[in-house]
């Protein structure tokens, strides 16, 4: 059983920042890729970022040279550094894995910009 775990979400000014982070609990193996997810209201979900078992790391054009994906030391956790935050950025953000061929998300976390 493969859960994942979001947090660090929350409101912030336009111009701040934010760390997420993302746990899996229950796992095994290393996962092949981790990533993060957004989707905001009226719009459909869009991949954010995602970094695979070797560090190759891949974002969307939208936030390049302000967010940064890592994993962490124990394989099992993923953070997105988010700077230079704007209002278009607010969204659920999804912590989302892949293991085997099988994809696993999370519940989501709030991110709110606006002054």
């Known amino acids: 059983q493969v859960q994942l775990v979001e947090s660090g979400g929350g409101l912030v000014q336009p111009g701040g920042s934010l760390r997420l982070s993302c746990v899996a609990s229950?796992?095994?193996?290393?996962?092949?890729?981790m990533g993060w997810y957004r989707q905001a209201p009226g719009k459909q979900r869009e991949l954010v970022a995602a970094v695979t078992n070797i560090g190759s790391t891949n974002y969307a054009d939208s936030v390049k040279a302000r967010f940064i994906i890592s994993r962490g030391v124990a394989k099992n956790t993923v953070y997105l550094q988010m700077d230079s935050l704007q209002p278009e950025d607010t969204a659920v953000y999804y912590c989302h894995s892949v293991r085997s061929g099988v994809s696993y998300w999370g519940q989501g976390t709030q991110v709110t910009v606006s002054s």
């Open positions: 229950g796992s095994m193996f290393s996962f092949n890729a």
